[in-house]
């Protein structure tokens, strides 16, 4: 898994796994969900995609600038909360899973992973050193962990659209969105796995 740039060379995420697995013929709708959880291509919920863009959206006509020192902070927030959710993963992979459970948590391990990098990237040497804490504490087993992983995700998701409301630079929006997207999608493949309706993550 790769940081990549836009055609101005802004870091986007790319959350790919080296770990994807082949859909076969005959799998089931849970080795489904783990495959698509695994290689990223999950499934995302229209209603939460939906109100991201709009806090995206500005209702000024100023063109606001690329990057502003202003938003450092916000991103270390960001940035400090991402360690947390790597923190989670790492102690979810010491839990008794199966081999499709391990593997897609060391994707969600790596995805998270990669928002840290692309987040530490864009402060530089302005970059928090706070290694936060994880966002949950694991126990039992993978389907157990579930819901805790599905409200850590869908807060992360939240937490994100709240900073980009405040956010200055595009630069810092366009990456910030990025991770929001995919945090969205890992809460709705989670919901699905679990057997949870999709408002389980739109709501509240």
């Given at each position: 898994?790769?940081?990549?740039?836009?055609?101005?060379?802004?870091?986007?995420?790319?959350?790919?796994?080296?770990?994807?697995?082949?859909?076969?013929?005959?799998?089931?709708?849970?080795?489904?969900?783990?495959?698509?959880?695994?290689?990223?291509?999950?499934?995302?919920?229209?209603?939460?995609?939906?109100?991201?863009?709009?806090?995206?959206?500005?209702?000024?006509?100023?063109?606001?600038?690329?990057?502003?020192?202003?938003?450092?902070?916000?991103?270390?927030?960001?940035?400090?909360?991402?360690?947390?959710?790597?923190?989670?993963?790492?102690?979810?992979?010491?839990?008794?899973?199966?081999?499709?459970?391990?593997?897609?948590?060391?994707?969600?391990?790596?995805?998270?992973?990669a928002y840290v990098d692309a987040l530490k990237g864009y402060v530089g040497s302005s970059a928090s050193t706070d290694p936060g804490a994880a966002s949950v504490s694991p126990s039992g087993d993978f389907m157990s962990m579930l819901p805790a992983l599905i409200e850590m995700e869908k807060g992360a998701a939240a937490s994100h659209t709240e900073a980009l409301r405040v956010i200055k630079g595009t630069?810092?929006?366009?990456?910030?969105?990025?991770?929001?997207?995919?945090?969205?999608?890992?809460?709705?493949?989670?919901?699905?796995?679990?057997?949870?309706?999709?408002?389980?993550?739109?709501?509240?």
């Open positions: 898994m790769t940081g990549t740039t836009d055609k101005e060379g802004f870091p986007l995420v790319d959350i790919h796994s080296h770990n994807t697995n082949e859909q076969a013929e005959g799998m089931s709708r849970r080795q489904m969900i783990l495959a698509a959880l695994t290689s990223g291509a999950v499934l995302a919920s229209p209603v939460l995609l939906g109100s991201h863009a709009l806090a995206a959206e500005s209702s000024s006509s100023t063109t606001p600038p690329k990057r502003s020192a202003d938003d450092n902070a916000g991103i270390n927030a960001a940035l400090v909360a991402e360690r947390g959710h790597v923190q989670a993963y790492v102690a979810m992979e010491k839990l008794n899973l199966s081999k499709d459970e391990g593997a897609v948590v060391v994707a969600m391990r790596e995805h998270h992973q630069d810092a929006a366009a990456l910030v969105a990025s991770i929001i997207t995919i945090e969205a999608h890992h809460s709705a493949a989670l919901a699905m796995l679990a057997e949870l309706p999709l408002d389980a993550v739109t709501a509240g």
